[in-house]
């Protein structure tokens, strides 16, 4: 089958929304919205590339750029590798230079667009921060609650609440207060047994990669508008979250821990392979704070997820 490299901009402006723009209707994946781009050159650098179709396209100069997620989808005539980067820099004022339709669209309004098949993973990409913050395995609840509090006075938007050290009554009661606290703020992520899920509406769910085990071959357990991620460490745990149709992953160790002493870490090379393998945002974790973010984006990344760095003291 014939296959294109292709390079695509989640292009973000000052206020936070997003460029879309109307595919022709007699081109491939014609009249539905896309994501500004198009075919790499043979030997050309991404980022070249990036910078010359939306110059062509859109009339802007690219300032600010980097590396968002790679999906690899194939139409049944077409193979495609979207290279997406997230644009949040640029000089000039896009026009379509193409005559094609242009509209800023808020984040929450992406599920009105029709886009190709191949762009769920880069609308879920484009609404995910760089950093997923994993509360400490210490500290009593109330502890927890003023360290959140002032993580998302930081900026955190998405946290996935981890206390093993507290009882199941007390965890319970804490995800109703942190629920309450992040609501409009930030996202929030569970753990727990999926029979939970319906005691707490507004969050979204972690799966350990016991859990993802269990499912396998299940239906997804989460109703799409409801962030579902889990814990990978390896190709097969990667598999099972692809199956189930989790939205992100997190993809550890990557580095030595000192919660994990005597698991070998993946490395960074070994990372990216396992992240080209898979089509859906991925967070690396394992001795990583937000020194490690640019270093994760270069591997194909999201961000970073962890408490180093990210939860503030
Ligand atoms: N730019 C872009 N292309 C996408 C997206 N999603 C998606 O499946 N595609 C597919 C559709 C096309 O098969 C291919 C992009 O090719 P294109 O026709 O836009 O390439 P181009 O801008 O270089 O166009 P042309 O000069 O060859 O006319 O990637 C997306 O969000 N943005
Ligand atoms: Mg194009």
Same mark, same amino acid.
């Given at each position: 089958?014939?296959?294109?490299?292709?390079?695509?901009?989640?292009?973000?402006?000052?206020?936070?929304?997003?460029?879309?723009?109307?595919?022709?209707?007699?081109?491939?994946?014609?009249? %539905?919205?896309? !994501?500004?781009?198009?075919?790499? +050159?043979?030997?050309?650098?991404? +980022?070249?590339? %990036?910078?010359?179709?939306?110059? +062509?396209?859109?009339?802007?100069?690219?300032?600010?750029?980097?590396?968002?997620?790679? #999906?690899?989808?194939?139409?049944?005539?077409?193979?495609?590798?979207?290279?997406?980067?997230? #644009?949040?820099?640029?000089?000039?004022?896009?026009?379509?230079?193409?005559?094609?339709?242009?509209?800023?669209?808020? +984040?929450?309004?992406?599920?009105?667009? $029709? !886009?190709?098949?191949?762009?769920?993973?880069?609308?879920?990409?484009?609404?995910?921060?760089?950093?997923?913050?994993?509360?400490?395995?210490?500290?009593?609840?109330?502890?927890?609650?003023?360290?959140?509090?002032?993580?998302?006075?930081?900026?955190?938007?998405?946290?996935?609440?981890?206390?093993?050290?507290?009882? #199941?009554?007390?965890? &319970?009661?804490?995800?109703?207060?942190?629920?309450?606290?992040?609501?409009?703020?930030?996202?929030?992520?569970?753990?727990?047994?999926?029979?939970?899920?319906?005691?707490?509406?507004?969050?979204?769910?972690? %799966?350990?990669?016991?859990?993802?085990?269990?499912?396998?071959?299940?239906?997804?357990?989460?109703?799409?508008?409801?962030?579902?991620?889990?814990?990978?460490?390896?190709?097969?745990?990667?598999? %099972?979250?692809?199956?189930?149709? #989790?939205? !992100?992953?997190?993809?550890?160790?990557?580095?030595?821990?000192?919660?994990?002493?005597?698991?070998?870490?993946?490395?960074?090379?070994?990372?990216?392979?396992?992240?080209?393998? !898979?089509? $859906?945002?991925?967070?690396?974790?394992?001795?990583?704070?937000?020194?490690?973010?640019?270093?994760?984006?270069?591997?194909?990344?999201?961000?970073?997820?962890?408490? &180093?760095?990210?939860?503030?003291?």
């Amino acid at each position: 089958m014939k296959a294109l490299h292709v390079v695509a901009a989640v292009i973000r402006g000052t206020d936070g929304r997003i460029l879309l723009a109307q595919r022709p209707a007699d081109k491939h994946q014609g009249g %539905l919205w896309e !994501f500004p781009g198009g075919k790499v +050159e043979a030997g050309e650098p991404v +980022e070249a590339a %990036l910078a010359r179709e939306l110059h +062509e396209e859109l009339d802007i100069r690219v300032e600010q750029a980097r590396p968002l997620i790679e #999906v690899r989808h194939d139409y049944p005539d077409l193979s495609v590798l979207l290279d997406v980067w997230e #644009v949040s820099g640029f000089a000039g004022t896009p026009r379509g230079m193409e005559g094609q339709p242009l509209v800023w669209a808020e +984040e929450s309004a992406l599920d009105d667009f $029709q !886009f190709p098949a191949a762009n769920r993973p880069i609308v879920t990409a484009a609404r995910l921060p760089a950093d997923y913050l994993i509360t400490p395995a210490a500290g009593a609840a109330a502890e927890l609650l003023a360290g959140i509090e002032r993580a998302l006075a930081r900026g955190v938007r998405l946290l996935q609440l981890r206390a093993p050290q507290l009882s #199941v009554s007390a965890y &319970r009661a804490l995800a109703d207060e942190v629920l309450a606290l992040c609501a409009g703020r930030a996202e929030v992520l569970l753990k727990g047994p999926l029979a939970w899920v319906a005691d707490f509406p507004a969050a979204g769910w972690h %799966l350990t990669a016991a859990q993802l085990r269990e499912l396998a071959g299940a239906p997804r357990p989460l109703p799409a508008g409801r962030w579902l991620a889990a814990s990978c460490h390896d190709a097969e745990e990667l598999a %099972l979250a692809a199956q189930l149709g #989790v939205d !992100f992953a997190t993809l550890s160790p990557v580095q030595p821990t000192a919660s994990h002493p005597g698991v070998a870490p993946l490395g960074w090379e070994r990372a990216a392979e396992l992240i080209r393998g !898979f089509n $859906q945002p991925v967070y690396l974790l394992g001795g990583l704070g937000p020194d490690e973010r640019e270093r994760a984006w270069r591997s194909g990344a999201q961000g970073v997820a962890g408490i &180093r760095g990210l939860w503030p003291c």
